[in-house]
Each structure stands twice: as structure tokens, then as C-alpha cells.
């Protein structure tokens, strides 16, 4: 069975940095898709980043572009989000989902997801 787990969350103030991991377990992942999302209250998920886990090819909200970069280490089996110059407006629930069939930017497409972790960025 497949499980994704999310961390590196918490409080930071605006301008800092966080970095999320999200160690995936229970298949092997060299065809598979991982994919970042957000969901802030009230408003739909939100795709943020995606990467393959064989050649590491990714692609980006344009929201995100240039602050935020997705990257994996294949021996841990984890794929990171690292967040540099993090607004107030990047608060949020941050996740980590993937799937075996297509390198998505809609949450649909995405079979499984992590828990969820907490981000929130003070004035």
C-alpha cells in the first residue's frame, strides 16, 4: 500500500524559508509522478510543482515559479519543496500526492496523498 508522508512544516515569518519532504513507501516509484498541492481555507487545491521520479523532469505553477523548487532523492525514496521568499498568502495545508499514469497539474489525476502539512508565513 502506498503512504506519503509530509514534514518540514511550521511558522515562519515572510521572506523566510522552509523546506517540505514528503518520503514515500509501500511501491517502487521510478515510473511514478509526485506532485505538490496546497489548499488554503475556503479555496480549492491548488497545484503548486510536479516532478518524475526517473528523470526528474518538473514543472511549476506559474505562482510559484522562482521561489519554490521541487527536486527528489531516489535512495530515500523522498522528494523535497523547498519555499524561499514565503509570503503571507503562501499560508496553507501543503501535500504531497502521486500517481502512475500522467504528469499532471490537476489533483485528479493524483491516486495518493500524504496528511498534510501546516505552513503558515506572518506579516
Known amino acids: 500500500q502506498v503512504q506519503l508522508v509530509e514534514s518540514g512544516g511550521g511558522l515562519v515569518q515572510a521572506g523566510g524559508s522552509l523546506r517540505l519532504s514528503c518520503t514515500a513507501s509501500?511501491?517502487?516509484?521510478?515510473?511514478?509522478?509526485m506532485g505538490w498541492f496546497r489548499q488554503a481555507p475556503g479555496k480549492e487545491r491548488e497545484f503548486l510543482a510536479a516532478i518524475t521520479w526517473s528523470n526528474g523532469n518538473t514543472r511549476y505553477a506559474d505562482s510559484v515559479k522562482g521561489r519554490f523548487t521541487i527536486s527528489r532523492d531516489n535512495a530515500k525514496n523522498t522528494v523535497y519543496l523547498q519555499m524561499n521568499s514565503l509570503k503571507p498568502e503562501d499560508t496553507a495545508v501543503y501535500f504531497c500526492?502521486?500517481?502512475?499514469?500522467?504528469?499532471?497539474?490537476?489533483?485528479?489525476?493524483?491516486?495518493?496523498w500524504g496528511q498534510g502539512t501546516q505552513v503558515t508565513v506572518s506579516p
Open positions: 509501500g511501491r517502487r516509484f521510478t515510473s511514478y509522478f
Open positions: 500526492a502521486t500517481n502512475s499514469r500522467i504528469f499532471s497539474i490537476y489533483p485528479t489525476e493524483y491516486d495518493y
